[in-house]
């Protein structure tokens, strides 16, 4: 089936740096590709869909300005953190759609903010 | 009341057994999620279905549009099989393409 990867699997840093998280579909060309947050024992909350090569649509409540998402290639989107703090902590998970609809989910990356 | 509800919510069964997760979900949906999280929190997709049913190995999904609802069977479960099951839906209703997360069903299978 098809793979989306994410790179890092896990991060550690410090409060106020920024952090960036890749999800690449490396099988098919994903025109939209979704960005999840999980916390620990409950369901992935969506905080923003990503099209390529047009802005991201954030969920109410996301800062667009602190969870900055590009999604320059049809194969590649990114996430950034900025001025990350403990609360940012958390489990962040993109998935990808192919183009009959089929939504395929990365690894994973965990995220923790010291 | 959640737009999509699993039952059980915790699940423990003995190596061998037949499992049933249920999905149950209240909005007209264009496709049904069944997905897999193991511990350390990748996640799998294991089916996308709009309707019938698709087997593959040893998982079979099922859903009845009409009842609104689905079922995911793991015949002759394996503790490799322990995992979270989550059931998400693409409402038919809502712009966009959205999905819609279950609580999840935790599975834990003894040897």
């Known amino acids: 089936g098809a793979v989306v990867s994410q790179h890092p699997s896990r991060v550690i840093c410090k409060s106020g740096t920024s952090v960036k998280i890749e999800c690449r579909s490396l099988d098919f060309q994903a025109t939209t590709m979704f960005w999840y947050r999980q916390f620990p024992k409950k369901s992935l909350m969506l905080m923003a869909t990503s099209n390529e090569g047009s802005k991201a649509t954030y969920e109410q409540g996301v800062e667009k300005d602190k969870f900055l998402i590009n999604h320059a290639s049809l194969t590649l989107s990114t996430l950034t953190v900025t001025s990350a703090h403990p609360e940012d902590s958390s489990f962040y998970i993109c998935?990808?759609?192919?183009?009959?609809?089929?939504?395929?989910f990365g690894p994973g990356t965990r995220l923790t903010v010291t | 009341k959640n737009e999509v509800e699993q039952s059980p919510q915790n699940l423990t069964a003995q190596e061998g057994e037949f499992i049933t997760i249920n999905c149950s979900y209240s909005v007209g949906i264009s496709a049904l999620h069944w997905l897999q999280q193991h511990p350390g929190g990748g996640i799998v997709s294991l089916f996308m279905?709009?309707?019938g049913k698709k087997k593959h190995g040893r998982l079979i999904a099922t859903i009845n549009i009409q009842e609104k609802h689905s079922s995911l069977h793991i015949t002759a479960s394996h503790p490799r099989d322990s995992a979270v099951y989550i059931c998400?839906?693409?409402?038919?209703?809502?712009?966009?393409?959205?999905?819609?997360f279950g609580e999840g069903t935790q599975l834990t299978v003894n040897p």
């Open positions: 998935s990808a759609r192919d183009p009959l609809y089929e939504q395929y």
């Open positions: 279905l709009s309707s």
């Open positions: 998400a839906v693409r409402s038919s209703e809502t712009s966009g393409s959205r999905l819609t």
